[in-house]
């Protein structure tokens, strides 16, 4: 079972850390990748095009062996301190806020705490680009990209929501459908008006769309804040 603090965390910053990474996806296609841990390089090797190279932090691992989460401050191995700077404050802040996950040095991998959701709270917590998932035998090393020559840009984000927010639920089930969505617009900044168990969304300054790409949103809850309709 995950804390209550944890799952809020979850709520508030899993549905935009799944759209970055949706992103990163769409981004890297088949490209190759290298590490340098003694510079804190990820590399991307991208057919026809340049290679692109980004500084990042070193987060944790996931070991299939022992099926648990080490915090990259509590790894044995030698990781520069400098690529530990925002696990750590992740860490200062979990025990200011009394986050227990992020706070302890071992997890078991759960349905509920698992290196995917600890990745998206922490990137979404630090304003990471998103995060990479580096698997070596019987494990992966997780990487947050925070690196300003990683560049995202989402000019209509109201369609974008309308696919991604329901793939999100499916893939991470949460507690709070409604407060999960209303912290996934925030991140767009769109403004939102709430009519009982309505939500809509709009453009601050819609844009022209040419394809007739939708400009608001409406999502339906209902008694139990379950999402029963979105479009």
């Known amino acids: 079972m995950a804390s209550q603090k944890f799952e809020d ?33 990820l590399a ?3 057919p026809h095009e340049e ?29 520069p301190d400098a690529l530990l700077k925002l696990a750590n404050e992740l860490k200062a802040f979990g025990a ?15 349905p509920e705490v ?23 035998p019987r494990g992966a ?5 925070k690196d300003p020559r990683y560049k995202r840009s989402v000019t209509r984000p109201i369609p974008r929501i309308l696919r991604i927010f329901p793939a999100f639920l499916s893939r991470y089930p949460v507690t709070n459908p ?15 008006r709430e009519e009982g168990r309505r939500i809509i969304a709009t453009m601050k300054a819609a844009p022209r769309s040419p394809l007739g790409a939708p400009q608001q949103l409406i999502a339906d809850f209902d008694e139990q804040g379950r999402l029963i309709a979105l479009g």
Not at 96 to 110: H, Q
Not at 184 to 190: D, E, G, K, N, S
């Open 9 to 41: 965390l979850f709520t508030k910053h899993g549905a935009a850390s799944f759209d970055k990474q949706i992103y990163l996806d769409a981004m890297l296609g088949r490209s190759s990748w290298a590490f340098d841990l003694n510079s804190g390089v």
């Open 44 to 46: 991307f090797h991208r």
């Open 51 to 79: 290679d692109l190279q980004l500084n990042v932090q070193v987060l944790g691992t996931e070991s299939e062996d022992s099926h648990t989460w080490l915090w990259g401050w509590a790894n044995p191995s030698s990781i």
């Open 96 to 110: 200011t806020a009394s986050v227990p996950e992020l706070i302890t040095p071992e997890l078991p991998i759960t």
């Open 114 to 136: 698992n290196p995917q959701r600890i990745a998206l709270i922490a990137c979404g917590a630090q304003r990471a680009g998103c995060f990479f998932r580096a698997p070596y």
């Open 141 to 145: 090393l997780y990487l947050l990209i």
């Open 178 to 192: 409604r407060a999960a969505l209303l912290s996934y617009l925030q991140f767009y900044r769109l403004d939102v």
